[in-house]
């Protein structure tokens, strides 16, 4: 985690140097085979900085990387846009939004020729005039290849994750967690907060690498505050019962290659 108070390109830039800095990669060879990819949504901000963050590093000049190899926009999020438009009867006209919805998300599809592709664009443009300023926005220049893997020059990495979910339940699991701590928030106390999720979360990353099992009730029974307690409780009870006093010894981890050991990084 880091700490950076605003969200332009250069605050992105300062996050992913930081990143790759305990990633560790010894040079651009070792950063194209192992780095698994980045996905994010579709903030200008974040795609900047990252790419940014990537030529500085490696210090590899912008026409020798190919963004779109290691970096993806979340399908989750371009999906929802889609249901968005289609459930706007101002621009899909009435009994034509699944038409719309089918074919808006066949442009994303990976079997998708650029033939194909080409032809589905003129179809709902032709079919719904309206969209047009919206899928412009998809079709720039800077996220067309992003999302559409027709356009793409070179393949994405198979590594690359479809969407961001992992990282909004966690960003949402720490911030349960602070302002269960913390109500109100100060930068001092939000740096304790994040220490004490960190050791939180080494402890039961600790306990699976020694052979533990972490059990979640059921979330369909209790709130996401609660879900989240009784899982740290949980754990926490069943660390005792085993007789395992475990502590966090490291600033934090990150996986590397699938070797099927724990990878703990300083």
């Not at 140097?17 to 901000?45: H, I, K, Q, S």
């Not at 740096?191 to 690498?209: K, L, N, T, W």
Request: net charge positive; proline share 3%; charged share 30%.
């Amino acid at each position: 985690m880091t700490i950076h108070l605003g969200k332009t390109s250069e605050h992105y830039k300062k996050h992913f140097l930081a990143v790759f800095d305990v990633l560790n990669y010894r040079d651009w060879d070792d950063f194209d085979e192992n780095f698994p990819g980045m996905t994010c949504d579709f903030a200008d901000a974040e795609r900047i900085g990252f790419k940014d963050a990537v030529l500085e590093r490696f210090d590899i000049a912008p026409e020798d990387f190919v963004l779109e190899r290691y970096f993806g926009y979340c399908i989750v999020h371009y999906e929802r846009s889609v249901v968005r438009i289609r459930k706007n009867g101002a621009i899909i006209p009435p009994g034509k939004e699944m038409d719309f919805y089918v074919d808006a998300m066949m442009l994303a599809s990976s079997s998708v020729t650029r033939f194909e592709f080409d032809n589905m664009v003129a179809g709902l443009l032709e079919r719904f005039p309206k969209i047009r300023r919206w899928l412009d926005f998809y079709l720039h220049q800077d996220r067309s290849k992003i999302i559409f893997p027709a356009l793409r020059d070179v393949a994405a990495k198979e590594t690359i994750s479809k969407d961001t979910n992992a990282q909004e339940s966690l960003g949402g699991d720490f911030k349960l967690f602070v302002k269960r701590t913390h109500p109100t928030c100060s930068i001092i106390q939000g740096v304790s907060a994040i220490v004490r999720y960190q050791e939180s979360f080494m402890e039961d990353f600790e306990f699976v690498c020694q052979g533990g099992v972490l059990r979640y009730k059921d979330s369909r029974k209790e709130n996401p505050t609660q879900r989240s307690r009784s899982s740290r409780e949980g754990a926490k009870n069943r660390r005792k019962t085993a007789g395992m006093k475990l502590r966090a010894q490291h600033d934090s981890f990150v996986p590397r290659k699938a070797t099927g050991k724990c990878q703990v990084h300083q």
